[in-house]
């Protein structure tokens, strides 16, 4: 899957995520990846994302974190969580976290890794993008928000 619309469903979208902290906001993440594949543990997934978080934070600036780890899994799996109330990410630019997208992706596809995150940072870095996301007030209206924006900014 070249684009990561594909790889949201309804199911890993999830608006007004009732968490206090970043290490929360991980265990959240993990659980809800770990329960959508036979294929991927918690515990796994959730040593993976903290072990990053310690090289330095997935906070990118202007309340957005996009976690992110390789795992020995069989294809790329994301999520999308808009908080209840923003969490610190240490992120560079000092604002609290609302926006976190995760990324999972097997150990040996660093490209399509790094294509992702990219893809994901294009979106992300607009301010009108970040307002439409925080407007949302359901799981399918944030998934159906997200997507259009991916899908806009992989069209052009």
């Known amino acids: 899957m070249d684009h990561v619309a594909d790889l949201l469903s309804v199911a890993t979208t ?3 995520v009732p968490a206090s902290s ?3 906001v991980l265990q959240l993440l993990s659980d809800l990846l770990a329960a959508q594949s036979e294929g991927l543990c918690e515990r796994t997934i959730f040593e993976a994302l903290m072990a990053r978080e310690r090289l330095g934070s997935t906070g990118i600036g202007e309340g957005v ?3 992110h780890c390789r795992s020995d899994c069989d294809r790329v799996y994301c999520a999308f969580f808009q908080l209840e109330q923003p969490v610190d990410f ?3 630019d000092g604002i609290d976290v609302d926006l976190v997208f995760v990324i ?3 150990t040996g596809e660093q490209e399509t890794h790094l294509r992702l995150l990219a893809q994901l940072a294009a979106v992300l870095k607009e301010p009108a993008n970040r307002s439409a996301l925080r407007r949302c007030d359901s799981d399918a209206g944030l998934h159906e928000q997200i997507s259009a924006l991916l899908r806009r900014q992989a069209a052009a």
Do not use: Q, T
Request: aromatic share 0%; hydrophobic share 40%; net charge positive.
């Open 14 to 16: 999830v608006c007004k």
């Open 90 to 92: 240490e992120a560079p």
């Open 65 to 67: 974190a996009i976690p």
């Open 22 to 24: 970043r290490k929360r």
């Open 104 to 106: 999972v992706a097997p």
